[in-house]
């Protein structure tokens, strides 16, 4: 897979937000990040909406990314804690329809607790759009989420500040962090 190849989460092309790949799974930064390091992992097969449709070889690399990525973002940003979370269909609050997992650095200091699943939910497109971004023919790219109140998108050069700076941490961190490589595919790439 070159670098070149271009990459989609459902029928968004997202190449330039992703800062890890591997040969079945990425990672990207979020356009509409709840907390900084708010970061999506997404396996590469666009026709995986939900989890029981990754084939054993995806699974084992889509959570050996998820593992690698959670220490990151936690190491990178200094988080106390982190939230993951997967919303298995709409009615869980997926918001587009293409498996992702969302991993979310969490702080003592500022802590919104619990409501962080409200903000999930909160933001989401509801049925109605995720069948519709399902559903979109090749040229809808350009389909953004409805806005909202609780989080606002950023910026194509914003995100692409964040995944460059991404790119030159994950290499730190894993020079610097010998345990975690055990996550780490022999075909990664970033």
Known sequence: MSGSTPIYFSKFLVT???????RFS???????????GHVLVVPLRSQVVQLSQLTPQENA?????????????????????????????????????????????RYKE???????YERLDDWDLRRDEYMKARDMNEEG???????????????????KKEVDFLKAQLEEFLSNHC????????????
Do not use: C
Request: charged share 25%; no cysteine; aromatic share 8%.
């Open 61 to 105: 690399d889509y959570f050996n990314t998820v593992q690698l990525i959670h220490q990151f973002m936690k190491w990178v940003y200094k988080a106390q804690a982190v939230n993951i979370a997967i919303q298995d269909g709409p009615e869980a609050g997926q918001s587009v329809p293409h498996l992702h997992t969302h991993i979310i650095p």
């Open 110 to 116: 500022n802590n919104i607790g619990d409501k962080v």
């Open 16 to 22: 330039e937000q992703v800062f890890f790949r591997t």
């Open 141 to 159: 790219t350009n389909l953004r989420p409805d806005q909202d109140d609780v989080r606002i998108a950023r910026s194509m050069e914003e995100m």
């Open 26 to 36: 990425y990672a990207l930064v979020n356009l509409k990040p709840i907390t900084k």
């Open 179 to 190: 345990d975690v490589k055990k996550w780490l595919p022999t075909d990664a790439r970033q």
